[in-house]
């Protein structure tokens, strides 16, 4: 049996050296811990644990709360000191259950109740409240005080999602902590002093944190409360599964909660190679859209032009196959095409790629709506994980904004550059909020990419840098580049899509330039969409089959698995729509794609739309595009299914189904199997089990990774594939306990009751699992790798007259799970252009105010503000924040151009 003592690197203080191990006794017990571990998370390792409520094992300790005092030996014996802030040292001996530290316990406790409201009965925080456990646990049992209890106003909106009762607030800290040390948004603090001090937000900064969410779920009582959850459920009426959360492609690990089918909390997990408990706003509230009156139930089919009809599901799948079969028969497999699958699960992108490649035989399949990368560059690329990334000597971002795209790979870069252990190095068109913590930013117009690449990574000389660059910025980027170590040893590029208005192979060509030029460096993707590297794997990308695979380097191997794959590689998103809308493509299916909504150039997506004989939508509400769709077929969402999904470092984690999807919806296989079998076709599956073991047979990429691999412990966090083929080096960390005082309502739906005393706490058990191998390749076709080039369009020669259009994503837009969600809807906000402050006053609008903008695909009204952190000649503007249709900036965007521009028009 291992040593349960050997403890996590969870708690390890800062002064602590690597390696070094000391022995100290608790309760009697020799423990063993490195050096600089704190007393409280070594002697919980080691099965004695010690109450708390400031303590959070993320966060910096502050001995506030004194609920963990214990005896300590010292020079003049044993002292009381506090377990959460003192380090462990070799030949120290410590007491938790003596005399002293009950009575100690005791009197934190009463006091702490002095004015503590006896409202737990109508508390959200009943029956999963650290301090109702720990007083039942530790505490006097009776009350010596009967004054008047000091009351508040409650309950006060700190911001649309979160309340305070403030007398409920012990003053621990913990909410303070995490958004001054964690999020780095100081926006709510301590105020006032002695018995009238309370947690609160300041009269001119508004708590506008996309991380508010996490202070509710940390704090260890009812004094911060959501509002989507307030009064809607107690701990003993919930069942939970684990599960991940797939509003963007960080994959932040969840526990799902709900009653009587109705989905009604997500609490963030401690996975330590993801998100380390915390989630965003969005992910944290979005489920609300699962529970919408709104979701489609029914199959729909439009008859002769009409209306769309409620009809059977029989009626629904004879009819989709029918018009496609027609079509394929009358124009060829390569008028057919399949957008989206980015939201689907691993298993479900598989069945769809099957069809789609297997059955049909198009490669007119994208999962990215124009707004990714290419994706042979994407996974051909050598990937970097999360932890490799913050943990590297230097990180360069060439990406959208992080904070609005991929919010907690945003924090969890945040504290790896605060810490001091990485360099940042950002590459944007526009200021984000990691600009204040870089090294340098670099600053382009679209366009000037490559250019800024070759004089930053390959040494180019500065008469090739673009126009306006920053000299000092530029020496501090090569600076931190070279600290990375030779060839890119130690430096990560964090590579996602800066602009919607600049087209994707620019970036996927610089980036390449970058690699070339540093060929040791390893690459993190930063694309958004929810699964879209689970959809890339899956074969969901033209010229690709599952695993990583091309398409004639697994034509073989997939004909004899499937019976046939497509003749050649077809189109992307904008390809396929421009083909539409010419008429060489007849039919598309729609995967979740509100193309209307979320492809950049809204105008293209229209006539696409109008001139196609045959559009089916598989969603699970009526969007705009679906709306124009000739049959809807309504499909299971989040939390309704089972399988698996990727992250963007290729970390594979199982989705847990939590609710029943309502009426007649189906789960995605289920429906191409159907349509499958309908066109003539066989996928030869019956569960989503059957599917990952196909998967795990014939996908290079996850050979290896058996149910039986990601079910069992060395996939608690997941699996990242595919899995090396000789033993990497074991890590130093084992897991940690689970705190349920660290992250309340997670282990207390599962277990009503107090914690256990002091002393009496379960040690980890059981070997950390062998890390799997990959198996021998058994004929399995060659994983791709990033091409040498990428074919880019020109950069035509810049409009004199005109401004460079920058365009990106905000965390609450205008997509359905922002709208369809009653607690985020009212965020969303709409859209406004930046520009330099000279580029207002040569419109004549200096202080700001409503422009026209014009661009050769139509014209867009907003209200304009000054930003001096863009370049001069560059106005940026969110994407999908329109009120409308016609007031969103995909009306001026061209997705086929290289970039896009627009000329400024005064009202």
């Known amino acids: ?64 709360c004194r609920m963990c005092l214990v005896e300590v030996s010292g020079p003049r014996g044993f002292s009381l000191q506090p377990a959460c802030y003192l380090p462990v040292a070799d030949g120290m001996e410590v007491v938790t259950t003596s005399d002293k530290v009950r009575k100690a316990q005791d009197g934190v406790l009463e006091f702490l109740l002095v004015n503590h409201p006896l409202d737990c009965p109508v508390c959200d925080k009943g029956g999963e409240c650290p301090l109702q456990d720990q007083v039942l646990a530790y505490g006097p049992g009776e009350s010596r005080f009967v004054e008047e ?47 009238t001090m309370e947690v609160n937000i300041f009269e001119e900064v508004a708590f506008t944190s996309y991380f508010s969410g996490n202070t509710v779920q940390i704090c260890p009582v009812g004094a911060l409360t959501a509002t989507p959850y307030r009064f809607t459920a107690r701990p003993w009426d919930l069942d939970q599964v684990e599960s991940t959360c ?48 709104d979701r489609l139930t029914e199959p729909l089919v439009r008859a002769d032009g009409g209306d769309l009809d409620v009809v059977s599901w029989a009626e629904a799948l004879s009819e989709t196959a029918s018009r496609l079969a027609r079509v394929r028969e009358e124009h060829g497999p390569g008028s057919v095409g399949v957008i989206g699958g980015a939201r689907l699960s691993n298993e479900d992108a598989y069945a769809w790629a099957k069809l789609a490649k297997g059955v049909l035989r198009t490669d007119n399949v994208d999962a990215q709506l124009g707004d990714g990368l290419p994706a042979e560059v994407v996974l051909g690329l050598p990937r970097a994980t999360v932890d490799e990334a913050c943990q590297a000597r230097c990180v360069v971002t060439l990406s959208g904004d992080l904070r609005e795209e991929l919010p907690v790979l945003f924090l969890r870069l945040r504290g790896a550059v605060d810490a001091g252990t990485t360099s940042l190095v950002e590459i944007s068109p526009r ?15 679209p366009g000037e990419l490559g250019a800024l690449v070759d004089v930053l990574a390959q040494g180019g000389s500065g008469d090739a840098a673009p126009r306006g660059l920053d000299a000092r910025a530029l020496a501090a980027a090569r600076a931190a580049l070279a600290e990375g170590g030779d060839q890119g040893e130690g430096v990560v590029l964090v590579l996602g899509r800066p602009s919607l208005a600049e087209h994707g192979a620019l970036v996927a060509e610089a980036a390449l330039a970058f690699v070339r030029a540093l060929p040791r460096a390893k690459v993190l993707p930063a694309l958004r969409r929810g699964n879209v590297m689970g959809a890339l794997d899956m074969g969901l990308a033209p010229g690709l089959l599952p695993g990583r695979v091309s398409l004639e380097e697994g034509r073989g191997w997939y004909e004899a698995a499937w019976g046939g794959v497509p003749e050649a590689a077809g ?72 399988g698996t999904t990727t992250n963007v470092e290729g970390r594979v984690t199982r989705l847990g189904q939590k609710v ?83 992250t309340p309502g997670i282990e207390q739906v599962e277990r009503q009751g107090a914690p256990p005393r002091a002393g ?68 969303a906000g709409t859209a406004a252009a930046r520009l330099h402050s000279s580029e207002l006053e040569h419109a004549g609008v200096p202080g700001g105010g409503r422009l026209r903008l014009r661009s050769a695909t139509g014209t867009l009204v907003v209200d304009a503000h000054a930003d001096d952190g863009l370049p001069v000649g560059v106005v940026w503007v969110p994407f999908n924040l329109g009120a409308d249709s016609d007031s969103d900036v995909g009306v001026v965007l061209d997705a086929a151009a290289a970039v896009n521009d627009v000329r400024l028009e005064t009202l």
């Not at 989630?279 to 919408?292: H, I, P, Q, T």
């Open 660 to 742: 029943v999807a309502p009426g007649q919806c189906w789960s995605d296989w289920m429906i191409a199997a159907e349509l499958a079998a309908r066109l003539g076709g066989d996928l030869g599956v019956t569960g989503v089990a059957e599917l990952w073991d196909e998967i795990e047979r014939l996908a290079p990429s996850h050979a290896g990774v058996t149910r039986a691999v990601l079910e069992g412990n060395a996939g608690r966090d997941g699996i990242v594939v595919p899995l090396p083929a000789t033993p990497l080096p074991r890590p130093t960390r084992r897991p940690r306990p689970f705190d349920p005082m660290a």
């Open 760 to 827: 009496l706490a379960e040690p980890l058990g059981g070997e950390e699992p062998p890390a799997p191998l990959a198996p021998s390749t058994g004929g399995r076709p060659p994983m791709l790798r990033a091409p040498a080039h990428i074919d880019a369009p020109p950069v035509p020669r810049r409009d004199g007259y005109a401004l460079l259009l920058v365009s990106g994503r905000r965390l609450y837009d205008g997509g359905v799970a922002v709208e369809t969600s009653e607690s985020l809807a009212p965020l």
């Open 571 to 642: 189109r992307d998103t904008t390809a396929m729509l421009e083909a539409l809308a010419l008429g060489q493509m007849k039919a598309v299916v729609l995967l979740g794609a509100d193309v209307l909504g979320d492809f950049p150039d809204r105008r293209l997506a229209e006539r696409a739309l109008d001139a196609a004989d045959v559009v089916v939508a598989v969603d699970t509400f009526l969007s705009p595009s679906s709306a124009r769709a000739h049959v809807v077929l309504p499909a299971s969402g989040a939390h309704e299914r089972t």
């Open 149 to 195: 209890k000091r009351h508040w106003a409650k309950p006060i909106a700190l911001s649309e999602l979160v309340l305070l009762d403030r007398e409920r607030c012990i003053q621990c800290g913990r909410c303070v902590r995490f958004a001054a040390e964690i999020a780095g948004e100081a926006q709510i603090d301590f105020l006032a002093r002695g018995d």
């Open 431 to 445: 200021p984000s909020e990691l600009s204040a913590l870089a090294a340098a930013s670099l600053r382009y117009r």
């Open 246 to 293: 797939t509003t963007c492609a960080f994959g932040c690990r969840v526990a799902v909660q709900s009653s009587a089918n109705r989905v009604t909390r997500l609490l963030g997990m401690d996975s330590d190679p993801v998100n380390q408990s915390w989630l965003c706003d969005k992910g944290r509230f979005a489920y609300e859209a699962v529970n919408s009156d």
């Open 1 to 64: 049996m291992p040593d349960p003592t050997v403890v996590s690197h969870h708690a390890i203080a800062p002064r602590a050296e690597p390696g070094a191990a000391v022995t100290f006794t608790v309760d009697g017990k020799e423990v063993t811990a490195p050096a600089g571990t704190f007393l409280i998370a070594a002697a919980e390792e080691a099965g004695v644990y010690i109450p708390r409520f400031c303590y959070h094992p993320r966060m910096k300790p502050v001995g506030m």
